[in-house]
Nanobody, 123 residues
Framework: QVQLAESGGGLVQPGGSLRLSCAAS????????ARWYRQAPGEQRELVAR???????DYADSVKGRFTISRENAENTVYLQMNSLKPEDTAIYYC?????????????????WGQGTQVTVSS
């Protein structure tokens, strides 16, 4: 019904920048709340950023001041702008979206996960 396509990951040098995208497609009317998680090998999954339906944002202390989460409703896309990247930011990044879906009788709210995109920060 709804698919999330992540893109924008890759290899970047320390201090560099990347912008991750998470595009929703299918029977979606709009994106409500959204989150970005990351998981490195041998580490627990970590919530790095979230945005509420009202636009309020929160960040993990480890990325505060460097990462910015945003939502473009016209494109049904969530972004994560990552600046001043550090080697410890290396991980697979996953988007998680609460979407409002169009169905025959109106709208329903559902949660979806992206497939993950690899971010590697190395010199």
């Amino acid at each position: 019904q709804v698919q999330l396509a992540e893109s924008g990951g890759g290899l970047v040098q320390p201090g560099g920048s990347l912008r991750l995208s998470c595009a929703a497609s299918g029977s979606i009317f709009t994106i409500d709340a959204a989150r970005w998680y990351r998981q490195a090998p041998g580490e627990q999954r970590e919530l790095v950023a979230r945005i509420t339906s009202g636009g309020t944002t929160d960040y993990a202390d480890s990325v505060k001041g460097r990462f910015t989460i945003s939502r473009e409703n016209a494109e049904n896309t969530v972004y994560l702008q990552m600046n001043s990247l550090k080697p410890e930011d290396t991980a697979i990044y996953y988007c998680n979206v609460d979407g409002l879906l169009t169905v025959a009788f109106g709208l329903v709210r559902r949660n979806y996960w992206g497939q993950g995109t690899q971010v590697t920060v190395s010199s």
